[in-house]
């Protein structure tokens, strides 16, 4: 996929202050462990790119994939804290991977955060409204995006 460059309100989502985040406790020292692996998912490379860029300056180990095939491949074989997921992407986008995800992690239920800049066409929305999913629309601030990620691993 080829990389554009990026718009002024892009490079203000990249450049925004990072969030300060305590340090994470060790998975043997503390199974309550915070969380700290995401899968980011988005056919647009510009997107993914500042979502990703924001968890790593919070600490966050991130994937990325900009298929749902290769988004399945990673959840297959990683045990995510969180998803970040665009609503539709050519090969099916967000429903086919949350429905394959949560098949076979139940746990993520409720660690999707979906981002869509499809504003006209009610069939996402149905389907967001229907799993009472956590949204983002496009465009989105970099504040925008910390307070939607707070709100789902809260």
């Known amino acids: 996929m080829?990389?554009?460059?990026?718009?002024?309100?892009?490079?203000?989502?990249?450049?925004?202050?990072?969030?300060t985040c305590p340090a994470q406790p060790t998975p043997e020292a503390d199974p309550a462990r915070l969380p700290s692996r995401a899968l980011v998912v988005d056919d647009s490379l510009v997107v993914?790119?500042?979502?990703?860029?924001?968890?790593?300056?919070?600490?966050?180990?991130?994937?990325?994939?900009?298929?749902?095939?290769?988004?399945?491949?990673?959840v297959r074989g990683v045990p995510y804290d969180l998803v970040v997921c665009d609503v539709c992407m050519p090969?099916?986008?967000?429903?086919?991977?949350?429905?394959?995800?949560?098949?076979?992690?139940?746990?993520?239920?409720?660690?999707?955060?979906?981002?869509?800049?499809?504003?006209?066409?009610?069939?996402?929305?149905?389907?967001?409204?229907?799993?009472?999913?956590?949204v983002l629309e496009k465009p989105f601030t970099g504040r925008a995006l910390r307070h939607a990620l707070i709100k789902v691993i809260a």
């Open 48 to 74: 993914a790119e500042v979502v990703t860029t924001l968890l790593r300056r919070t600490g966050w180990t991130v994937d990325v994939a900009t298929s749902v095939e290769a988004a399945l491949d990673h």
């Open 91 to 134: 090969d099916g986008g967000g429903p086919a991977v949350y429905y394959a995800a949560t098949t076979r992690r139940p746990d993520l239920t409720n660690r999707f955060l979906f981002i869509t800049g499809n504003m006209d066409d009610a069939e996402p929305w149905r389907f967001l409204a229907k799993i009472r999913a956590h």
């Open 2 to 19: 080829e990389s554009k460059p990026w718009s002024p309100e892009e490079m203000a989502l990249v450049d925004a202050p990072p969030m």
